[in-house]
């Protein structure tokens, strides 16, 4: 049963705009935005002021924006920090992360070895780097 009154009353006024649901995923409830070209967000009830930041076309389907607005960070995954358009004259700096959920490993059929391997869900991996960080900084996680 989802909880957060804030949640559902952002749902109930999407009014079929947006094809999204609510779900709860390791106790934290999210609104789930299913896009057009298939791509999905996931946003807290904290990222829901947010949202016309985060639309991709605010930042990722513009390639000549993306090029220019965003840096690549550091690590084995694909992540980036990017600037915004702006949105009634302010930008906000976010955090991307893309993952590969739902699609075939290369080389998964030919490796035997990988029969009984473990990966962590793209919810598992990136609560690991926001630990990760809450720890570097000595705040809890999740702050």
Known sequence: MIKNERLKEWIRRQD????????????????????????????????????????????????????????????????????TKPVNGRSKEIVLKWNRMGQDIPGAHEADILVNAEFNSPFEEFAHVADLKARMSGQPAGV
């Open 16 to 83: 079929g705009r947006t094809g999204c649901e609510i779900i709860r995923i390791f106790g934290v409830e999210y609104a789930h935005i299913h896009f057009a070209d298939e791509s999905d967000l996931y946003v807290t009830v904290y990222g829901l002021p947010f949202m016309d930041f985060l639309r991709p076309e605010n930042f990722y389907t513009d390639p000549e924006w993306f090029k220019a607005n965003s840096v690549r960070l550091s690590g084995t995954s694909a992540i980036y920090r990017v600037h």
